[in-house]
Every structure is written in C-alpha cells, then in structure tokens.
C-alpha cells in the first residue's frame, strides 16, 4: 500500500474467480513448504484483517520470477513484506527487491519478518509514496510488481511499463477486484477504484509491447511480458 491503506472492512463478495474448493485444495498442496516465518506473517494478516496475496499467487509470483531468472525487482505497495517474501526467495542471494510503503511501521515489521526468513539482505524498503520513490530509483526492472491503492493502478501502469526489460514482466494484484468488473450492479469499496482497475486492465491488453495474461487466482493477477 503506498499513501493510502486499502481499506480493511471485509470486502462485499460478488464472484469467486475460481470455485473456493478448488482454491482449498491447491492450498493444501502447498501447506507445508515454507519456512515458519510466512506463516506468522499469515497469522498477522487474519489478526488484523491486512489484505495480502496468500499463499497461492505468492507462489505463482515466486515461479513466475523464477522463469525469468529476475534479479531486480520495484514493488509498488509492499505492506509488510509478504510479496516481498516471495520475490526475495526467487531473486537469489545477489538479487535485490525494492519495497515501498506509506507506513513505517510496515517498514519494522517487514524488515523483522524478512531477516528472520533470512531474506533481508536483499530487500531494500523504503517509506514514502511508492510513485515518488519510484521515479528516484535509477535503471530499469525485471519486474514491476503492484499492489498499491486501486485508484492509482493506471497511473502505475505507465510508469512502470518503459522500465522493465524486454522479456521481463509486469505484475499486478486484484485486478479481478471480486469481480466487479463482469457484473452490472456492485458495490465499490472507494468510489471509482472498479473503473480504475478496468482501464488499467485494458491498457495492459491494448498494449502491443506486451503479452498479458490474468490469473484468477483469490482476486486475479494480472502477467504482462514485455516483447
């Protein structure tokens, strides 16, 4: 999250993307592979009802990373560093993942977790508005990952996509936003965050630098590859 928190009242359910047993039983196949730590990160997540990516797309995003041999990673929004859990496990120890977020007690708590995980060496977190940080951070990305404020998704978009490698990836969560999309009533948590992310969704589709694809998984996840 970068200025604003995402809300934390429970969000109105209008679709499931994926049939919840099914999502059930892909978790179970992962219940047991990670270390201790993400698991008290989870823990914190339903404790204070902290939107996160679980464990399913933060394997997907650890695999998808992976595929690219990714080394340098920008976070748009980073919480308390679960995402960034993932990304650091899948750049490698001479990798780097830059965090940002508006909370600097996210920043204690990220920093915590992540050198507990023994993965703090290469997450460099910074508090701030992640746009900002962004646009004074030099070079380019192997991935540009977002996961902050909803209304700002466009806005990310075309910041991001001139600093990504060819062949690298640009990554977004909650791109299916419950659905709200494929629905003609729904009730939006902030006004104008569903409009937000469709025209950030069809940018992403309409752009003919980039192969773009969206996983349903929990709240969709968008996968755009620069050609």
Known sequence: MTKLQCPTMSSPKVLDPVNPAIEDYMSTLLAHTEHSILTKMEEEANNNNFPIIGRLVGAFIETM?????????????SGYGYSAY?????????????CSDGDPLNKEKAEK?????????????????????????????????????????????????????????????????????????????????TEAIME??????DDPEFDSFINPTRDGVIIARKK
């Open 65 to 77: 990373a992976k595929s690219i041999n990714a080394k340098r990673i920008f976070e748009f929004g």
């Open 86 to 98: 993932w990304f650091a496990k899948a750049v490698g120890r001479h990798g780097s993942v830059i």
């Open 113 to 193: 977790y992540l050198n507990s995980a023994e993965l703090g060496d290469r997450i460099s977190f910074h508090t701030g508005y992640a746009q900002e940080i962004f646009s004074k951070t030099e070079g380019s990305f192997d991935i540009c990952y977002n996961d902050a404020d909803k209304g700002q998704y466009p806005e990310i978009w075309h910041l991001a996509k001139n600093r990504i490698h060819p062949g690298g990836l640009y990554i977004a969560d909650n791109v299916l936003w419950h659905g709200r999309g494929a629905v003609k009533d729904y009730i939006d948590l902030v006004p104008g965050w």
């Open 200 to 205: 950030h969704n069809k940018l992403i589709f």
